[in-house]
Nanobody
Framework: HVQLVESGGDSVQAEESLRLSCAAS????????MGWFRQVPGKEREGVAA???????SYVSSVQGRFTISRDNAKNTLYLQMNSLKPEDTGMYFC?????????????????WGRGTQVTVS
């Protein structure tokens, strides 16, 4: 079965950086969309970034220029490099994967996702 395990979350000060990782296993999709979304209690889930199996990336406007999504195919790992962090970036960050590549965008409702990693910016 598909398994996604996020790591790298931490408590940091504003303007600092973090890199999140997501180890993926158990999927057999030749083409896929992977991405990150975040959740804050009491607020709607927000898509952050997405990357498809062709390497195309997309970002929500609030993180454009500050966050970079990437993947290491050899390690089956997805990354999110987050620079110039702001308090409003605080949340639980989840990674997801889906085979519907045509709909690959940050707002996508991924079919599989992990348990999340907490990012707190103060």
């Amino acid at each position: 079965h598909v398994q996604l395990v996020e790591s790298g979350g931490d408590s940091v000060q504003a303007e600092e950086s973090l890199r999140l990782s997501c180890a993926a296993s158990g999927y057999t999709y030749r083409r896929y969309c992977m991405g990150w979304f975040r959740q804050v209690p009491g607020k709607e889930r927000e898509g952050v970034a997405a990357i498809d199996s062709d390497g195309r990336t997309s970002y929500v406007s609030s993180v454009q220029g500050r966050f970079t999504i990437s993947r290491d195919n050899a390690k089956n790992t997805l990354y999110l490099q987050m620079n110039s962090l702001k308090p409003e970036d605080t949340g639980m960050y989840f990674c997801g994967i889906d085979q519907r590549i045509a709909f690959c965008m940050p707002s996508m409702s991924f079919y599989h996702w992990g348990r999340g990693t907490q990012v707190t910016v103060s």
